[in-house]
């Protein structure tokens, strides 16, 4: 399956006193992308943990920064699954600027988180069957 694709606007609130994006709200960009490749797979975050009691906190994050975003940009926000093994999913982006006049898109970021599956009381379990094929199926497209 090819990544999922999601752009949005920086908004000036995002930036600091220069008009660049503050390092965190990367993190937060990686979440809708997240939230986005999810849904394109059928399903939304908010049905598995009403429907199965299933939430996905995130245990490890790490971001590789290459360039700056700025005030106004238009980030887009390419997301894949990158591992999934029982109770343990890995997801990767690539985030890309599309500046005004640019020729191609910039490189400003690639990062991974990686979350567990745990049930309502924080005790790791699987992932629940239909997510878990969606998800290998796509993996395997």
């Not at 343990?88 to 991974?112: C, D, K, P, Q």
């Not at 790791?124 to 239909?130: D, G, H, N, R, S």
Request: charged share 30%; aromatic share 10%.
């Amino acid at each position: 399956m090819p990544p999922s694709r999601t752009s949005l606007r920086v908004r000036y609130a995002e930036t600091d006193q220069m008009g660049v994006a503050y390092y965190a709200n990367y993190f937060v960009w990686c979440e809708i992308g997240r939230v986005e490749l999810l849904r394109q797979l059928g399903f939304d975050y908010k049905q598995m943990e009403i429907e199965h009691g299933c939430h996905l906190p995130v245990v490890e994050a790490a971001c590789r920064y290459r360039s700056s975003a700025r005030y106004d940009d238009v980030v887009t926000i390419e997301t894949r699954i990158s591992g999934l093994r029982g109770s343990v999913i890995r997801f990767a982006y690539r985030l890309l600027s599309e500046r005004e006049g640019a020729a191609e898109a910039a490189l400003l970021a690639e990062a991974e988180t990686v979350h567990v599956v745990v049930d309502r009381e924080m005790r790791k379990c699987a992932l629940p069957e239909p997510y878990f094929s969606a998800i290998r199926q796509s993996m395997d497209e």
